[in-house]
Structures are given as C-alpha cells and as structure tokens.
C-alpha cells in the first residue's frame, strides 16, 4: 500500500478512523419481516478488535514554516497493532420459536496491520527568480539510514467470511526497505587474476495477515457458520415462554493469521578484463513466523421487545339467554410485554358475534371486547374463538364460548276461555315442549318451529290475561 512518506497522505490509524466515521454502507439491505412473520426486531451491529503491543505513534509536522519558499516536511509513524472490524444487523423474527439472523453489511469489514517504524524527511522549494518560477521536491538525504521500516496496510471485505461460504480470507501485506546488512570484496578470494568486485546482501522484512470468521454464537442457540443462515433462540432457562422481551447475545468468533519472513535481496558487480558487470540477483523469502490467534469479539446484546398477551377470562359462559335477545360479555385482553401487541379475532358463527376484526394493545395496557350471544332456539351452543395474535408464546389462542337459548319466562294468570284444555290436562305449549325434549333424534329445525309456535302461544297468553286484569277493575 502508499507509505505515509507521500506528502499529504494521513497515517493509517488516521484513515480508518475516517472511514469508520463516514458510516457503513448498506449495499444489502436484508428485509427482516418477510412473508409468513408475524412480528420481527432489527439492531444495527459493530464489532471491534485490536490487538496492539502499544499506542501507535503518529508525528507530521506537515510542510513548514508556512508559505515560506523553501519548506520542510518531517514525520515519525511507529505503529504495533492489528485491528479488525465489521458492521452487521441482527434480526429476529418469529411466530416461536424465535429465528435470529446476523448479516454482515457489505463493504464495511476492515483488516488493518501496522508494525515498524517509518520516518519522513523531504524539502520542497517554490521560488520565482526573474519572472521564472521554479519548483522542485525530493526526500531529504538520510544516509545509509533505511526509512521505511514499517509493515502497514488495509483491506475492505464484505462480513463474516464464515468457512461455509467464503473459501478465502481477507488478507493485507507489506514489505519494508531492505537493510544492507553484508558487503564482501571479491578481490583475491576467488584466484582469478584480474578480477575484483563486490557482493552485496540486504534484508528487508515482509508480513502478511489473515483474518476470517470461524463462527457467530448466539446466546444459548446453536452457532451460526455461514453467512446468511439463521438459528432459533429458546426461552430463557426456567421460564416458561419468552415473556415481556429476549436478550440475544451475538459474538462473532474468528481467527487471525501472521505469516512473517526475511526477504533477502542480493546483488553482485565485478570487474574482469577491463569489464563491469552488474548482477541483480533473485530476491527470495525466508519464513521467520508462522501463527493463528483466535479472535474473540466483544459481544453485542440484541434487545428484543415482544408482545405478551394475558386472557381474562379464558372462557365465556353466557348462561341461560330469552330467545330472540342478545346477552354481552366482555373479554379483557392485557399487553404485559414490551411491543404493541396485535390481535386479529376470526369471524365468529351465529349465535355468537363480535364486532371487532382487529386491534392494537400499546406495552403495557389492556382492551377490551364485547362478545354478544343471541340464540334462536332453546338449544345449548357452543364455540370456539380463534384469536391469532403476534405474542411469540400464542400465535393462535383458543377461548371457548357457550350458551343455552330459553323460552320466555311462563305467565301464571291460568288460561283464558279459549286458551287451553280441560282441567287436569297438560297447555299446548308445555305439552310441545315436554314431548320435543323427550323425543330424540330431533333437530335444530324442528326446534325452529317448536319455539315460533311456544314463543306465539306465550304471548298470546300473556295479552289475554292483560285483557281480563283489566274488565275486572
């Protein structure tokens, strides 16, 4: 990669940190509620690690004094450090149990290694001389004192590059000035007359980093180990269901690689015969370091608010009902978690009947519903509701209805002159009811016109002894 010896370039310490403010770039979007979920939550993610011997140092005095027409530029960059980062989304989604997943966000992993020490020294001079202007930049003169000492470098990658679907890691690499660290004359040591030279050897250095996901744990789930799979998280130990809210803790696991050789450059130049030669000879790697680190991120806790419905009561008797009337009652429906709960009751069959086709709980409240029964015949009814709710513990939620259809209470003036049978024997309308009680195979629409012909006759009854209350006063 370009050294920090290019004038203007800011070290690399520096160069992350102003990418890693210019926030992550969402080239995938993943939608976290997909068809078939009731209910989902999303975070954003960062994981971080650095490993540093010690506190990289960054010194530039830029160039100086200021306008001035010869300038100066020195640096000092000591750096010690590997770091590691990635941004990522954690989604959970559900009916239960609930299904976690961690994509990475594309273009936001970065590999960086800074090792060594790299020292800037250059001049520049911007003078006009007779109307001519004259420009000129170059690298002070060191000596024999080598500047670049300094392994660094920067790689972006696309999270997690977990070994199920990534086949290579990440990798960044950098090599350093060589050093000369051997010079041998050749005059007199090869007993060739005439012949004179000189080999020389430098060594410089070279290193190479990996870094690659392993795995993502998931709170007490199975492992994630490939990029865009999922994995389901259980209610907490002892409990029950999954309650007001879940905490799943993600930590990405991975494994840092160091490769680290000697590079050796050689070169010869002799004199034979009145000649010079000048030999630049095959350079070549001697392995010096060779090792794996794991890497074990901070953890990130996704908080995840749910809904969590409680019933009251969880069944409805309505009792015994007068035909052709309506009773209510109500149904509480309690919010105890920490997302608005939804609830969308079915259609219920007659006689049975609520209004209310959907309804939304904040956190911590209740509703109410009013659920009505209205028999048409002196028969018992029963139901069952079905509520399907967003509550990761009850998706689907029964509550049992029931209720008996009855005949207007019977009038106890006696009967009128027309109204009824001779003394001793039983009223038409007790006599159809006792007889379609007793006989059995009948049906509901036998029972239709049973109760029109009771419910006829009653009232009948009840307009005849209004009418003789009255000719007596």
């Known amino acids: 990669m370009p050294k920090s010896s290019h004038p203007g370039l800011p070290s690399l310490c520096t160069a992350l940190l102003a990418v890693a403010s210019a926030g992550p770039a969402h080239a995938q979007d993943i939608d976290a509620c997909g068809p078939g979920q009731v209910g989902c939550h999303r975070e954003d993610l960062s994981f971080h690690h650095r490993a540093a011997a010690f506190d990289a140092v960054s010194i530039d005095t830029g160039w100086v004094p200021d306008g001035a027409p010869v300038q100066i530029r020195l640096g000092l960059f000591l750096g010690g450090e590997t770091q590691v980062d990635m941004e990522a989304q954690g989604d959970v989604f559900w009916p239960a149990p609930l299904t976690v997943r961690v994509p990475g966000i594309a273009g936001t992993g970065r590999l960086a290694m800074d090792y060594g020490l790299e020292v800037v020294a250059q001049i ?17 003169p060191t000596g024999s004192w080598p500047t670049d000492l300094r392994l660094a470098g920067v790689q972006a990658f696309d999270p997690f590059l977990l070994p199920r679907s990534t086949p290579r890691p990440a990798e960044v690499s950098d090599t350093t000035d060589a050093v000369p660290v051997l010079g041998l004359d050749l005059g007199g040591r090869t007993g060739i007359a005439g012949l004179s030279g000189r080999l020389s050897v430098a060594v410089g250095g070279a290193l190479r980093t990996t870094y690659a996901s392993e795995r993502i744990e998931v709170g007490d789930a199975a492992p994630i180990e490939a990029d865009g799979a999922t994995t389901t998280a259980a209610p907490d130990p002892g409990a029950t269901g999954f309650g007001a809210a879940k905490d799943v803790v993600i930590t990405p696991i991975g494994r840092l690689g160091y490769e680290g050789a000697l ?13 010079t030669f000048a030999l630049g000879l095959a350079s070549f790697d001697v392995p010096v370091v060779r090792l794996e680190r794991e890497v074990r991120f901070d953890p990130e806790t996704v908080h995840v608010p749910l809904p969590d419905l409680q019933l009251r009561p969880r069944m409805l008797s309505f009792g015994a009902v007068e035909l052709g009337r309506s009773a209510p009652m109500s149904l509480t429906l309690q919010n105890a978690g920490e997302a608005p709960l939804t609830v969308r009751p079915r259609a219920l069959a007659s006689p049975f009947a609520c209004a209310v086709s959907s309804i939304t709980i904040p956190p911590r409240s209740e509703r109410t519903v009013e659920v009505e029964f209205t028999p048409t015949m002196p028969v018992p009814e029963a139901s069952r509701w079905l509520l399907e709710t967003n509550d990761p513990d009850a998706a689907l939620v029964v509550v049992r209805l029931d209720g008996t259809g009855s005949f207007a209470p019977a009038d106890d003036g006696g009967p009128g002159p027309d109204g009824g049978v001779p003394a001793g024997g039983p009223t038409t309308s ?38 003789r209350v009255k000719a007596a006063g």
Do not use: N
């Open 430 to 467: 007790g006599g159809c009811a006792c007889r379609a009680a007793s006989t059995p195979g009948i049906g509901k629409s036998a029972w239709a016109v049973v109760a029109a012909v009771a419910l006829a006759l009653t009232r009948r009854r009840a307009r005849l002894a209004r009418a």
């Open 124 to 140: 520049r001079i911007d003078v006009e001389v007779a109307g001519i202007r004259y420009r000129w930049e170059g690298e002070l």
């Open 263 to 275: 590079r050796v450059v050689p070169s010869l130049s002799f004199t034979i015969a009145g000649r």
